[in-house]
Every structure is written in structure tokens, then in C-alpha cells.
């Protein structure tokens, strides 16, 4: 499991930062948080594929966090994409895009799913393609769940910013403990799917026998998930806390340093000080600055480093195609 910084601008995009927007690596599907201009560039210089199941997560409609998406869904169709796309994200989300299908042609010939979050209704709307103005199906939601999988759920809240916007957790549910080959051999069972479902925790008959993997000390007892919060953008507000508890990396705009603290709370975005404030009461293991105005450099941008150290020491800024293994 890994984090991959893909633009970490603020509103405009510079020489070293790109727009707004972060991968997460998850076994064999991608997910994304936001989509800032020129990500498929990004994309490409980070070496990760363009076939791959995608997840896309949108915080809110300003241009430095959703102007890429369009680009790069008409990339994968020149790439002749098969793999499915899954888009969540604000309310009008589909009319964004269905604009971009009836002025400019976007087509997707691949499965794609639009999910509007209806925070007001407590609703997800979902449109299974672009080709209808109509949503197949609205589906009430439950404790913000946007998606429950087999390995992981994603959940949303809103957060405090001058246009609606969300904030959203990546949830891995718990995983099986270390597999104990040995102890498989020991049991006479050969090589084969048996062990993979064994590793997997799922008890198997074998010569009439029932054997289940964790009493028979096969796997080790379930570890706790992994989890990753999105701040999007925002000011401090509680909401992000509640949603982030416990996360094992936040990753938090930081638009600006605490000398500008009257300019991030007139425009609902949040300090780097800030930001290392929600980690600590969060309880978080490690903070990522991100969304970084173009105003920092240099010495500068370590004073921003050095002003959320103070709170919070475990934080790292982000700079475009680092990359955060989470184990």
C-alpha cells in the first residue's frame, strides 16, 4: 500500500508543484483523491498504468481540484481502456461531465460510474455511464459510507470551505495474521488453491476433516486495517476530526503559514499549523502538508515545515511523485 503525490499546488501550478491531487496504490486497484490540471502527465512520470480499476474521489468543484478529471478520462479511451472507472464526488458531479460529453464528445467505452453524495438527503446517486440524463438508482447511506468492499470501505464528511466540499477516509478492514506454511505441511495438505484459501482465513475440508485456519494456529489473529484521510480543502472544523480518528496518514491542505492565519480564515482554508493541530487531536500516526500556495519556497516552505513540527513532528511536505509506503 502505498501514497503517491501527484500535484500539491495550491490554486496555480508551478515549476516544482503540479495541482492538486494524490494516488493510492492498493493491491491491483488505484484510487484517487482529486484530479488537478495536467494529472495524466503526472501520471505517467509516477510510472503508474492506465488499466487498472480506478477509484476517483472529488472533494469539491474548484478548477485547481477538478479540471483534470475530463483530460483523463479522454486518455484512457485513446489508451483503450477496459478496466472499470468509479467517480464519487459532490452533487452536479454528472453534469460536469455529461457537459464535456455533449460539447467536446466525451464517450467513455469503458465501465464507468459517476456517484454524486446527496449530503443534504443522505443519498448516493449513481449514474452507470454518461449516456443517460436519468440516475439508475439512489441509494440511502449509511454512517457516510460511500462504498463497503470486501477489503475496504471510503467515507466522507463534510468540511468547512467557501464552496461545498468534502473531506474522505480510505478504511482497509481487518486483515488476516501472518500464514504459517509449516503448519500446512505439518497437516499433510500439498500445494495448491487449498493454501490460498487458507491464507485467506477460509476454512477448508481435507480428507473429511474441517480445518480452520486460525485454530489450527495456520494464520496468525486478524491485524488491524490501515487507513488514510483526505482533508480536500478547509479550515479546522470537527468534523474532519471525527472522520480522521486514528489514521494512519493524514494527508492536510496547509495553504498557508501561521503569519497568514486572518488570510486562511477569510478564505476557509487552513495554516500549516492548522493542519498539525488536526493530526495531533485526530490521534494520527504521520501528517503529509499539501496544497502548498505558490508563495513558498526554499526557506519559506521549511518554515512551514518547521511551524507544524513544533505541534505535530511526524510531518513530511509534500513534494510532486513522492512516495509513502504505509506497511
Not at 475496504?152 to 488476516?176: G, M, P, Q
Not at 505441511?185 to 481435507?206: A, D, T
Not at 503569519?259 to 493541530?277: F, N, Q, R, V, Y
Amino acid at each position: 500500500m502505498e501514497l503517491i503525490i501527484l500535484g500539491s499546488s495550491a490554486a496555480i501550478p508551478v515549476r516544482e508543484r503540479n495541482l492538486a491531487s494524490t494516488a493510492l496504490k492498493y493491491k491491483n486497484e488505484l484510487l484517487l483523491f482529486d484530479c488537478g490540471e495536467d494529472l495524466q502527465r503526472s501520471l505517467v512520470e509516477a510510472g503508474l498504468k492506465f488499466n487498472k480499476p480506478l477509484k476517483i474521489l472529488i472533494s469539491h468543484f474548484h478548477g485547481d481540484h477538478i479540471i483534470g478529471l475530463p483530460g483523463l478520462l479522454f486518455r484512457f479511451g485513446l489508451n483503450q481502456r477496459t478496466a472499470p472507472v468509479t467517480i464519487f464526488g459532490p452533487v452536479n458531479l454528472f453534469l460536469y461531465l455529461s457537459v464535456h460529453r455533449k460539447v467536446l464528445g466525451l464517450n467513455p467505452h469503458y465501465p464507468i460510474t459517476v456517484i454524486e453524495i446527496d449530503d443534504k438527503q443522505k443519498q448516493l446517486i449513481i449514474y452507470e455511464s454518461l449516456d443517460s440524463d436519468l440516475p439508475n438508482k439512489k441509494l440511502n447511506m449509511k454512517e457516510n459510507t460511500i462504498f463497503d468492499g470486501e477489503k475496504y470501505t471510503l467515507k466522507y464528511t463534510l468540511v468547512d470551505h467557501s464552496v461545498l466540499a468534502f473531506a474522505y477516509s480510505f478504511i482497509e478492514k481487518k486483515r488476516n495474521g501472518k500464514f504459517n506454511p509449516e503448519k500446512v505441511k505439518e497437516l499433510g495438505i500439498p500445494e495448491s488453491n487449498l493454501w490460498k484459501k487458507l491464507q485467506e482465513g477460509e476454512s477448508i475440508e481435507y480428507n473429511g476433516k474441517l480445518i480452520d485456519p486460525i485454530k489450527e494456529s495456520i494464520v496468525g489473529p486478524k491485524k488491524q486495517g490501515r487507513k488514510v484521510t483526505y482533508s480536500g480543502d478547509t479550515a479546522p472544523c470537527e468534523t474532519l476530526i471525527e472522520l480522521g480518528k486514528n489514521s494512519d496518514v493524514l494527508i492536510h491542505e496547509a495553504t498557508f503559514s501561521k503569519e497568514l492565519s486572518d488570510m486562511a480564515i477569510e478564505k476557509k482554508h487552513s495554516t500549516a499549523t492548522d493542519a498539525a493541530t488536526d493530526a495531533k487531536k485526530m490521534g494520527a500516526k504521520q501528517l503529509v502538508l499539501t496544497h502548498i500556495s505558490s508563495r513558498y519556497k526554499d526557506e519559506s516552505l521549511l518554515k512551514l515545515l518547521e511551524e507544524a513540527k513544533e505541534i505535530f513532528p511526524n510531518t513530511l511536505i509534500a513534494e510532486d511523485l513522492m512516495r509513502i509506503e504505509i506497511k
